[in-house]
């Protein structure tokens, strides 16, 4: 196996960056918007009587699920990560064989 070595990311300054701050409807309440305004964080506090959005999945949390549709990697049979390996690849496949009629393509 072949190593990243060591990886080291560049954060940018916080004081010279916009800091964002997202809370549920659970902090909105004078409290909680004066201590994010203290703090310096732009606030994204939604109200209490909003309506409700649609729940969304991330991109990688939709792809585990149809990933776990395929039995073998669910379970996870193989003791060798490069088999494992190749169990994700071919399900991933499947799926992109599978899309391919509903992307139009023949």
């Avoid at 072949?2 to 997202?22: C, D, I």
């Amino acid at each position: 196996m072949r190593s990243a070595g060591n990886f080291q990311a560049r954060l940018p300054n916080p004081e010279a960056v916009e800091q964002h701050q997202w809370q549920d409807r659970g902090y909105d309440n004078q409290g909680s918007h004066e201590v994010v305004e203290q703090h310096g964080y732009v606030g994204h506090i939604r109200p209490v009587g909003e309506d409700r959005r649609e729940p969304r999945r991330w991109v990688v949390e939709r792809t585990i699920g149809w990933l776990n549709r395929c039995r073998a990697n669910l379970v996870r049979y193989d003791k060798e990560a490069v088999n494992y390996l190749g169990l994700i690849q071919l399900g991933c496949s499947l799926f992109g064989y599978r899309r391919l009629p509903r992307l139009g393509a023949t």
